[in-house]
């Protein structure tokens, strides 16, 4: 059965590139360094200063990313907010347990209730008084994969606009526990751990200004032959590899395809980078002619395949 077209109206990154509010930022990207900071921007203009200085990392990412996009898009209100995040708020987490260590008696229950992985998409609803769906996502590395299926799904189902993204953090103890982690992963890391959060609004309607369409996104847990994978997704799309200009990918590129890139190189490593890499793909397509077609193929976790399709709107 044929999908109706989604529509990727606005997106915001704030990572460790020059990502926030800079069209055409996909062009000038090099390696991200281990010495590479995270670029913050002025969160006072999105966010109010009582509320800023009680916000963790994530969570100030979080808000200034879903602010701005709604602000692109044009739109008051998001009819759903769904968000994806492999790890959650570490900085609390890590705060609230610190604090069960060190205090007797009750604790103060502000670390605890932030620490929670739904925080983030709590905390963008009460910052914008929006009372629609709301929903977080924690599936590892397929968090955010799973919420653009949670938000074509709510499209599909009549809502108009919902706003869709992923964040994660990096914190110092990831670090002291990286090599474990690295036998979850299918490739030698070469790539900083670090943070990001990237936002989106996906629509229904082309309200004339959007430049990429979401065509399909799929993921499978547990996969043991993800080149069928991706070929089986791409015929159900009507493609074959060398229909795809570009593949950005996790793990391993993409058998057939003319050019491919390690989305990882430019984001670093967290759990949802593929929403940077989403990001990247949508300010490449709408800035060069020559790029059509876009296949994200996240293999973060080699247990774990996400594939996100994306392709240009026609003038």
Request: glycine share 8%.
């Amino acid at each position: 059965m044929h999908k109706p077209a989604l529509y990727l109206s606005a997106a915001s990154t704030i990572s460790h590139q020059p990502t926030f509010r800079n069209p055409g930022f996909s062009v000038a990207l090099g390696p991200v360094e281990a010495s590479s900071v995270l670029i913050n921007p002025d969160y006072k203009a999105y966010i109010e200063a009582g509320l800023l200085r009680r916000m963790s990392k994530i969570l100030r990412m979080s808000v200034a990313c879903a602010k701005d996009c709604i602000t692109q898009a044009g739109i008051e209100q998001p009819d759903a907010i769904v968000v994806g995040t492999g790890l959650g708020c570490l900085q609390d987490t890590e705060k609230f347990l610190n604090t069960s260590l060190s205090v007797e008696g009750l604790l103060p229950p502000t670390s605890f209730i932030q620490s929670t992985h739904n925080t983030m998409a709590g905390q963008i609803s009460l910052s914008i008084s929006n009372h629609g769906y709301n929903m977080t996502h924690t599936q590892n590395t397929l968090s955010f994969e799973h919420a653009l299926l949670d938000a074509s799904m709510l499209l599909r189902e009549g809502d108009r606009n919902v706003l869709v993204g992923a964040a994660d953090e990096h914190i110092d103890i990831l670090n002291d526990i990286a090599v474990r982690l690295e036998a979850e992963l299918s490739f030698e890391v070469t790539a900083p751990l670090t943070s990001g959060a990237s936002f989106f609004i996906l629509s229904t309607e082309n309200q004339g200004d959007s430049k990429v369409a979401l065509a399909d996104v799929y993921t499978c847990g547990g996969t043991e032959n993800g080149q069928e994978e991706i070929d089986a997704f791409l015929d159900r799309n009507g493609m074959q590899a060398g229909d795809i200009d570009l593949a950005l990918y996790a793990g391993a590129p993409v058998p057939g395809v003319g050019r491919n890139l390690d989305y990882l190189s430019l984001a670093g490593i967290y759990p949802t980078a593929s929403a940077f890499a989403l990001h990247y793909a949508m300010d490449l397509l709408g800035t060069n002619s020559d790029v059509k077609n876009v296949l994200i193929c996240n293999a973060l976790r080699k247990s774990n395949l996400g594939l996100t399709l994306l392709k240009a709107v026609e003038a």
